[in-house]
């Protein structure tokens, strides 16, 4: 028996290598775009210059608005033009606009989450050709049905009372506003339905504890379009009203160009005091009001 006293042959050793497809992720850096950092910064300067002018023209006296720098930091100011406005009845066309903002939203939240509840959840052709027919309001523009408009109030004797502009206005946000609320009710699981369906809950009781709680941002998105649709209408006051008692904002505005329209620091106060009611509520919802608009109220 003979033994093989020959050495081993070393074992080669085997490279492993990654594949050449397969390459070592490096992490890039965060450049930025400043293209995009640019277009900000002009965008910003449009919006802000104006409103800059705006307060400190508001806060010159008649001389330094017409013969100074509109631009210039005022030296001198003053809130005389601020009481001038308030002195001229503005204080009542605040509260005839608040009472018309308030109003609308609550006739149009109470109609339209109902609406969107049912278009969602009912798969009928009743609803179905009922959703179509709110979202036709949307193509429908006031100035095309102003004339029957104004009929209708006539014959109902709401002619000059703030109903004329409330009623019309909600009528005119209520597409948008069952548009905004099918959207964000469907983002709601449909397990969530099941679930209660299964516990026994009523439709009612599953709009007002599911759907309504889930779609929080959808609603205050919807509060503010409709706020601000009345806040800022012109044509429903100027048509079916006539009376100073029933004058809101936007109508007093136009009024006041034509009583102080030399007094150019007193039209720019009263703009201001316009804006300042609607700004802080757009302050206060800004959150609810973007989560609404992309579309990730129920979520």
């Known amino acids: 028996m003979s033994i093989d006293t020959r050495p081993e042959a070393p074992q080669r050793r085997m490279k492993t290598s990654a594949p050449r497809h397969i390459r070592p992720v490096r992490r890039r850096r965060h450049l930025g775009n400043p293209v995009a950092g640019v277009g900000s910064l002009i965008w910003l300067l449009i919006v802000l210059v104006p409103l800059y002018t705006l307060v400190s023209a508001s806060l010159m006296r008649q001389d330094q608005a017409l013969n100074g720098d509109p631009l210039a930091v005022p030296t001198d100011p003053t809130f005389e033009n601020y009481r001038t406005v308030l002195d001229s009845g503005f204080l009542s066309l605040i509260g005839n606009t608040a009472i018309v903002a308030v109003a609308t939203v609550a006739i149009v939240l109470a109609l339209s989450v109902p609406v969107a509840y049912v278009a969602v959840r009912t798969r009928s052709r009743l609803s179905s050709l009922a959703f179509r027919t709110f979202l036709l309001g949307v193509a429908i523009p006031a100035q095309a049905v102003i004339v029957p408009l104004y009929l209708m109030i006539g014959k109902m004797g709401l002619y000059d009372t703030l109903w004329a502009i409330i009623l019309p206005t909600a009528a005119f946000a209520m597409p948008v506003a069952v548009l905004v609320l099918s959207g964000t009710m469907r983002d709601v699981s449909e397990e969530m339905y099941e679930a209660m369906a299964l516990d026994g809950a009523s439709a009612w009781r599953m709009l007002w504890q599911l759907a309504v709680p889930l ?85």
């Open 215 to 299: 779609s929080k941002a959808g609603i205050s998105t919807v509060a503010i379009f409709s706020a601000l649709q009345a806040w800022n209408g012109f044509l429903f006051p100027l048509i079916l009203t006539q009376s100073e008692e029933q004058r809101v904002l936007t109508l007093g505005l136009f009024n006041f160009m034509s009583q102080f329209g030399v007094n150019i620091p007193a039209v720019l106060a009263a703009i201001v005091l316009s804006v300042v009611p609607i700004f802080a509520v757009y302050l206060v919802a800004r959150r609810a009001l973007i989560n609404g608009l992309m579309g990730v109220g129920g979520k």
